[in-house]
C-alpha cells in the first residue's frame, strides 16, 4: 500500500481529523479542569493513530477494539516501542473502559492532577509524532 487507494487516503484522513479534535479536546478539558475526560480523549486520540498505522501496515480495516495494547500488537507496532511508550499505553489504557463505569470513576480521577495530564499530554504527542514518521513509508501523507 505504498500509494493507497483512495477511499484508504479518505478513511485515514477521517481518522486524523478525529484523532485530531480528541487531542485538541484534551488540551482544552485541562484548562477547565476535567481531568479525567481530558484522558479519555488522550487515549481516543492515540487509539485513532494506531488504527491509521493499522489501515497501512496490514492493509485492512482496523479491529473494532479499543484497548491501546491490542491494537498496537496486531498491527505490529508494539514492539518497535521502547518503554516509555509502553508505559504510556498501560497508563491511557484504562481509561477508555473504566473511566465510564462510576466505580472506576472515582480511582482514576484520584490518580490524576494537572501535572500528570500534562506530562501525558506531551508524552501523548510525542507518540503521536513518532508514529506519523512510522507511517509515511507505509504511504501516508498528512494534509
Given at each position: 500500500m505504498k500509494n493507497p487507494t483512495q477511499e484508504n487516503k479518505e478513511l485515514l484522513d477521517q481518522?486524523?481529523?478525529?484523532?485530531?479534535n480528541?487531542?485538541?479536546a484534551a488540551k482544552s478539558l485541562v484548562k477547565d479542569g476535567n481531568l479525567l475526560l481530558a484522558v479519555f480523549h488522550l487515549q481516543q486520540s492515540l487509539e485513532k493513530f494506531f488504527k491509521m498505522y493499522f489501515i497501512l501496515s496490514q492493509k485492512e480495516q482496523p479491529p473494532m477494539i479499543h484497548?491501546?495494547?491490542?491494537?498496537?500488537?496486531?498491527?505490529n507496532i508494539y514492539e518497535q516501542m521502547d518503554d516509555e511508550k509502553k508505559d504510556l499505553i498501560n497508563t491511557l489504557n484504562p481509561?477508555?473502559?473504566?473511566?465510564?463505569y462510576p466505580t472506576y470513576k472515582k480511582s482514576l480521577e484520584d490518580s490524576l492532577d494537572d501535572v500528570k495530564v500534562q506530562y501525558l499530554i506531551v508524552q501523548t504527542n510525542e507518540v503521536i509524532e513518532w508514529l506519523k514518521l512510522k507511517m509515511k513509508p507505509l504511504g501516508w501523507q498528512q494534509n
Open positions: 481518522w486524523y481529523k478525529l484523532s485530531f480528541d487531542f485538541k484497548n491501546l495494547l491490542q491494537i498496537s500488537i496486531q498491527a481509561f477508555y473502559i473504566k473511566a465510564r
